[in-house]
C-alpha cells in the first residue's frame, strides 16, 4: 500500500488563482519530505526540501514565494502555488525517506493551468 | 555536464528480447544509486538499488562502475508490462542525505 499520500491527483485552475497540493506520509513520521516538478519528457527536479518545524530550502532558480511550502506536522507537507500561471503547468510530485535506500513518492498531482 | 545522463531511447524490443540501459553520474562522491520505474502519468517506484558488487533481481541485473561513474541495468525476457520508463537516480548529496537526482529516463516499449 502506498505509504505517501497526495492530493489531489488532479487540478484545473484559472491563471492569477493559487493551489495548495498535500503530501502525508502514512504510518511513518517525516522529518524532510521532497518536491519535486516534472514538465514532459523531462526528469524530475527538485523544487525544495520541506522541513518540519523551519522553513523550506529551495534550489536555485526556484521562487520561494511563488512556491510556498508549509511542513507544520511530521505527517503532512502542503506546497502552495500561488498566482498560477499557465507556464506552472506540471507534475508534481512529493516524496519522503523512511531510510536511506529507498524514496516513497506520492501519486504526483497533474496541474493545468489555464 | 548533466549530473545523471541516460540513453535518450526509446528503446523498442520484442517480448522476450534482452535490453541494457546505461547510466552515468558526474558526481564522484555519490554514495547511492538506484533505478526506478515510471508508468506514463505514474509517480516513479524503486525497481532496484544498485550495489558495487552488482546486483540481480529475477529478470533485472544491476551494475555499478565506480572508477567510470558508470551504471547499468540488464532485463532479460522482456515482457510486455516491462514497459516503461526506467529512470537512473543517484544520491549525490553524499553520505546521510536524501537527495535524489534523477536522469531523464530511458523510455521503453515492449511488443508483442
Known amino acids: 500500500g502506498a505509504v505517501v499520500s497526495q492530493h489531489p491527483s488532479w487540478v484545473i485552475c484559472k491563471s492569477g488563482t493559487s493551489v495548495k497540493i498535500e503530501c502525508r506520509s502514512l504510518?511513518?513520521?517525516?522529518?524532510?519530505m521532497f518536491w519535486y516538478r516534472q514538465f514532459p519528457k523531462q526528469s524530475l527536479m527538485l523544487m525544495a526540501t520541506s522541513n518540519e518545524g523551519s522553513k523550506a530550502t529551495y534550489e536555485q532558480g526556484v521562487e520561494k514565494d511563488k512556491f510556498l511550502i508549509n511542513h507544520a506536522s511530521l505527517t503532512l507537507s502542503t506546497l502552495t502555488v500561488t498566482s498560477a500561471h499557465p507556464e506552472d503547468s506540471s507534475f508534481y510530485i512529493c516524496s519522503a525517506r523512511i531510510w536511506v535506500t529507498e524514496a516513497f513518492f506520492g501519486q504526483g498531482t497533474r496541474l493545468t493551468v489555464v | 555536464r548533466k549530473e545523471v545522463e541516460q540513453d535518450p531511447g526509446p528503446f523498442n524490443v520484442p517480448e522476450g528480447a534482452t535490453v541494457a540501459f546505461n547510466c552515468t553520474y558526474s558526481n564522484s562522491a555519490s554514495q547511492s544509486f538506484f533505478w526506478y520505474r515510471q508508468d506514463c502519468r505514474k509517480e516513479p517506484k524503486l525497481l532496484m538499488s544498485v550495489y558495487s558488487s552488482g546486483n540481480e533481481d529475477g529478470r533485472f541485473t544491476a551494475q555499478l562502475n565506480r572508477a567510470s561513474q558508470y551504471i547499468s541495468l540488464l532485463i532479460r525476457d522482456s515482457k510486455l508490462s516491462d514497459s516503461a520508463t526506467y529512470l537512473c537516480v543517484v544520491n549525490s548529496g553524499g553520505a546521510g542525505s536524501y537527495q535524489l537526482t534523477f536522469g531523464k529516463g530511458t523510455k521503453l516499449s515492449v511488443i508483442p
Open positions: 504510518d511513518f513520521q517525516a522529518t524532510t
